[in-house]
């Protein structure tokens, strides 16, 4: 069916009519033109030059279909690809975020607990400050007494060694052993 269809392609364009003489004669260049074209598409048929053309235009049309396959096989990775690197990229930059969030955090809480330990540290200091005044201040008050004690003691001495002779001051020194003696035990 082809090769009909080849012949009548090829004699279609023939012009007729064109040399003078009639068309099947040897003298008529036309009709000679259009055998040796016949013979060479012959010969081409023969040799299964069509054939050849047709199997390398199907090879050319395969290699063009692989080549379009594989070129949308790399697109289809390389946009994989894409994805995962914007996901790696999306987890990278949450957990950067939450890096910067917890070192925030953290930045706080130490704050808080240096602020935290800074006033219970003046409390103590406070506290330790009072205590030395308060106990200055017993030191102060007990010097106080003794002191006035002692010159109560020494102006009671001397004002009963005056009223008192030496035989009272006896009676009363074993009078007062005998009452720290019986309190003390």
């Known amino acids: 069916m082809r ?10 364009p023939a012009p007729a009519l064109a040399a003078s003489g009639p068309f099947f004669s040897l003298a008529n260049t036309d009709f000679v033109a259009t055998c040796g074209f016949i013979v060479f598409l012959g010969i081409l048929v023969y040799f299964k030059v069509p054939q050849m053309l047709l199997g390398m235009l199907d090879k050319r049309a395969e290699g063009i279909k692989s080549d379009l396959a594989e070129a949308r096989e790399l697109r289809e990775e390389a946009q994989s690809l894409l994805a995962s690197y914007e996901r790696k990229q999306k987890d990278v930059q949450n957990q950067a975020d939450r890096i910067v969030a917890a ?8 704050a808080e607990k240096a602020k935290a330990d800074l006033e219970a540290s003046l409390e103590r200091r406070l506290e330790a400050a009072k205590d030395q005044i308060a106990s200055a201040e017993e030191d102060a008050i007990r010097s106080v007494r003794n002191r006035a004690v002692n010159v109560a003691i020494a102006a009671a001495r001397d004002v009963l060694s005056a009223k008192i002779d030496g035989g009272k001051q006896s009676a009363l020194i074993d009078d007062s052993i005998k009452t720290v003696d019986a309190k003390l035990h």
């Open 3 to 12: 090769k009909l269809t080849i012949l009548a392609a090829a004699l279609a």
């Open 103 to 110: 070192a925030r955090e953290d930045a706080k809480a130490s």
